[in-house]
């Protein structure tokens, strides 16, 4: 950027310069359909097409000096600033978001084209705030990096390296000394040291000043820009100025029954929030005059702190959820996995109960057979048995008879028909257990079906 007289100077090139446009008709009608695409009322439209149109008539003014015609120069202007509708949509954006004038702004130079100076900064409530880009931001749209003051910052007092930023980017600053002055312990004179502020970030070169001054955690020099200006107090002064209250539903980490019930988990969540988001804001002690609050009953987190702040609670609360939905997958694939294996074990096990009735069901058969042969077998011996008391009847009454014969084979057909009935015996009681076990073992194969 330049410095004040410079840019006086550059005023006094554009007012001599003998090339002008001969009409604004191009401009003009691309104009009318951008504003016709923005869904924003009235005082902001003209405002927007106020702002696009200077910067058109001077882009255009300067490629017509380099030579350019002039419908090449307007065609090249606009072309600049990329597709109409996708422009629309990003300044519809911009003008819904509070405290954020200058977002438009930002907007505009962040897709005009190179060597644009940025008096404005998109502070967006992010985790970390965007400081002295601000006062110091030149944004080329082909580059990640934003790009900041074209020198570097000698050493000097603090007012001095300020008011060097606000020459350097054309842009009015407005330094709330008393703030620093009674919050940091940090006066105009306090001396800063060399910066190499070429080519840096606003929000690095903010941060080497504030290390230079020794100032670190909550302690710092911030910036807000509104309406074109820049103003510089502590951060403590914008957070009491930006304290904002904002409730969450957190009932996927603490699930709770009543509104007003409190929990271990409850305690544990607002615990643990104020020590992981920036903790001296929570406790009076730690240094702070801009004490945020926070309070948590049933599944309801209610939050009162700056915007900035809001935005880490915000992050740090979807990270738990993360966590939470991860760690519930998780559960559901481990029951799941568990399930399955439960229903395969049933498997298994019905299928091994199937073939152990199959087997009963093998033993009964055979038992059975035993039986039936065993049985015929005892009725053949008990009529030998009849027979032979018969015949040993008619031996004693009958003259020249071998009793003794007779009686030998008696006694041996009863000893035989005693011991087919203990082995009969012995079956029968082995296959009513066989059969208890094979009922035993269709019921339960019944339950696993």
């Not at 009318?32 to 439209?45: M, W």
């Not at 705030?129 to 074209?150: C, S, W, Y």
């Not at 509104?226 to 957070?239: H, I, K, M, P, S």
């Not at 997958?329 to 498997?347: I, Q, W």
Request: charge should be negative; glycine fraction near 6%.
């Amino acid at each position: 950027m330049s410095a004040p007289h410079q840019t006086t100077n550059s005023q006094d090139t554009r007012q001599k310069a003998t090339v002008q446009p001969s009409t604004r008709d191009p401009i003009e009608r691309w104009l009318d359909v951008f504003t016709g695409l923005l869904a924003v009322n009235a005082r902001q439209r003209e405002r927007i097409r106020d702002e696009l149109e200077d910067h058109l008539r001077m882009r255009a003014q300067d490629l017509m000096i380099l030579g350019e015609s002039e419908p090449e120069a307007v065609q090249r202007a606009v072309k600049e600033l990329g597709e109409t509708a996708e422009l629309a949509r990003r300044f519809k954006e911009a003008t819904h978001q509070p405290r954020r004038s200058t977002i438009m702004h930002s907007i505009l130079l962040a897709i005009a084209g190179t060597g644009l100076a940025v008096g404005a900064v998109t502070l967006t409530g992010t985790p970390t705030a965007m400081p002295l880009a601000a006062a110091v931001g030149v944004v080329q749209p082909a580059q990640d990096e934003i790009k900041t003051l074209g020198v570097d910052l000698p050493a000097g007092p603090l007012e001095q390296a300020l008011s060097t930023v606000a020459e350097m980017t054309g842009t009015p600053m407005f330094v709330h000394w008393a703030s620093i002055e009674n919050e940091l312990g940090v006066d105009r004179g306090s001396e800063v040291a060399f910066i190499p502020a070429k080519n840096l970030a606003g929000s690095k070169i903010l941060e080497l000043i504030n290390a230079s001054l020794g100032l670190e955690g909550a302690d710092v020099i911030d910036v807000r820009v509104e309406e074109n200006l820049v103003e510089v107090a502590t951060r403590g002064y914008f957070d009491r100025l930006e304290m904002v209250t904002m409730d969450h539903d957190v009932s996927a980490l603490v699930p709770a029954v009543g509104v007003l019930d409190t929990t271990d988990e409850a305690e544990t969540l607002r615990e643990n929030i104020m020590l992981m988001v920036e903790p001296e804001l929570w406790y009076p002690d730690r240094g702070t005059a801009a004490t945020a609050t926070i309070a948590i009953t049933g599944s309801r987190l209610s939050v009162r702190a700056p915007e900035r702040v809001q935005a880490q609670v915000d992050l740090y609360i979807a990270q738990l959820k993360h966590a939470a939905t991860d760690q519930l997958r998780k559960g559901e694939l481990a029951t799941k996995a568990a399930r399955e294996e439960h229903n395969a074990e049933r498997l298994r096990t019905a299928e091994r109960i199937r073939r152990n009735c199959g087997d009963l069901n093998t033993e009964v058969q055979s038992l059975s057979e035993k039986l039936e042969r065993i049985g015929t077998e005892y009725w053949g011996h008990f009529y030998r048995s009849d027979q032979l008391e018969r015949d040993y009847s008619f031996a004693l009454v009958e003259e020249g008879a071998d009793s003794d014969a007779v009686l030998a084979q008696l006694v041996q057909q009863k000893a035989r028909i005693e011991s087919i009935e203990i082995e009969r015996d012995l079956l029968k009681s082995r296959l009513h257990a066989v059969q208890d076990r094979l009922m035993q073992a269709e019921d339960m194969l019944a339950s696993y079906q």
